[in-house]
């Protein structure tokens, strides 16, 4: 069954003359225990979307089921965020600053006629669970960034809801422990069985945390699938770039013959494609570069190809080169700096995605 149902939701908003469509004919469905992400870039419309799961804002027209329930309908809040169990942790965390860890995370249970006791259960299980025990009596202001993260998940789950809703939880986090928080999301959730919801800009967190994701590009939901389906079989250029880096090359069509030719490679024009130009998308780890000549199944030869760029990206170096046939760049990753001018370039043809342009 599905958990939550968004049904043709759109979210105008009004500044005075001017209208501001966040969200536009919406439909997609997020299943029972699921871990779903929502991905876009900034002002794609995924905190208006989240916020309108959560019942914190209402879509003006199209409808949100929980679960067989209606949630909300054309401007019309149905469901209550308290009655849909759920927890929420935002961009910025919001935790109360003249509140203890301890009495952050017990606030959601104020409410809720638990004895002392057994708030004091509850808390020291979630924080026990979560590596926050020695916080507990610390200021949000005393806590590093990953506790006061930690400290808000907390927060969100200390009353067990059904649902989790996470926006970019990861954003304001230090880069090296982004991984451990995102392993840590995705244990809990399983662990309990919590349909999880995230938004973020960034692909790591969505392959970190979500089996599906949703692409939201400028208020539309572009493409749904698995986090390897939508990375492998991109709808276009822009959700290409969105779930990670690729190579985009502009090449001519032969205008009887249906084929594409770049530098020594042909393909064909896939059905369905017109114009008299193609983007051709070839992803980093699908070009290999080399000073020598290759003989290796399933790479073959797009050019050769001139030195341009080497630059050092910890642990790796990004190599860009020049194709010989039209100056086109293209750019791939190597553990060690190849040192020479001339190059051939190799792609696996099989992974080569081709957009209208
Ligand atoms: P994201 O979270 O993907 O960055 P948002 O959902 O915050 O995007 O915003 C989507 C669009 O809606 C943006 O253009 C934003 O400026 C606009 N928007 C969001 N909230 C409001 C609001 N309360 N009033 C007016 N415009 C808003
Ligand atoms: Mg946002």
């Not at 020695?134 to 005393?142: G, I, S």
């Not at 749904?224 to 690729?246: C, F, H, K, M, R």
């Amino acid at each position: 069954m599905s958990k939550i149902t968004v049904r043709s939701v759109d979210r105008v908003f009004r500044k005075g003359e001017r209208e501001v469509v966040a969200l536009k004919d919406v439909t997609f469905d997020i299943k029972e225990g699921e871990s779903f992400g929502i991905l876009g870039p900034s002002g794609a419309g995924k905190t208006t979307l989240l916020r309108i799961m959560a019942g914190l804002d209402v879509p003006t027209k199209g409808e949100v089921y929980f679960g067989d329930k209606i949630a909300a309908k054309d401007g019309k809040l149905l469901l209550e965020p308290k009655d849909r169990d759920i927890g929420f942790v935002f961009q910025t965390w919001a935790l109360y600053p003249n509140m203890s860890g301890y009495d952050n995370i017990a606030f959601p249970l104020k409410n809720m006629n638990l004895d002392s006791q057994e708030i004091h259960k509850r808390v020291s299980d979630i924080a026990n669970t979560l590596g926050i025990t020695q916080v507990l009596d610390h200021y949000p202001r005393e806590m590093s960034g990953g506790q006061m993260q930690r400290v808000a998940l907390a927060r969100a789950l200390v009353k067990m809801p059904s649902t989790l809703f996470l926006d970019e939880p990861f954003t304001n986090l230090d880069a090296r422990i982004r991984d451990g928080a995102r392993a840590l999301v995705k244990e809990i959730t399983k662990k309990f069985n919590i349909t999880t919801v995230i938004v973020s800009h960034d692909p790591a967190d969505i392959f970190g945390v979500a089996e599906r994701v949703g692409v939201l590009d400028r208020g539309y939901m572009v493409q749904i699938g698995s986090p390897t389906q939508v990375y492998d079989s991109p709808v276009s250029v822009t959700v290409a770039n969105l779930i990670g880096e690729i190579n985009e090359l502009q090449v001519a069509v032969a205008s009887e013959e249906k084929k594409l030719t770049i530098g020594k490679l042909s393909l064909d024009l896939p059905p369905g494609l017109s114009g008299s130009k193609v983007i051709i998308g070839i992803r980093p780890e699908d070009v290999i570069a080399s000073r020598e000549p290759l003989q290796i199944s399933g790479l073959e030869l797009l050019d050769k190809a001139r030195f341009s760029i080497l630059s050092y990206q910890g642990g790796h170096f990004r190599l860009t080169l020049e194709l010989k046939s039209d100056n086109q760049q293209i750019f791939t990753y190597v553990d060690q700096p190849i040192k020479g001018d001339e190059y051939y370039v190799y792609v696996r043809k099989e992974k080569i995605k081709i957009f209208s342009s």
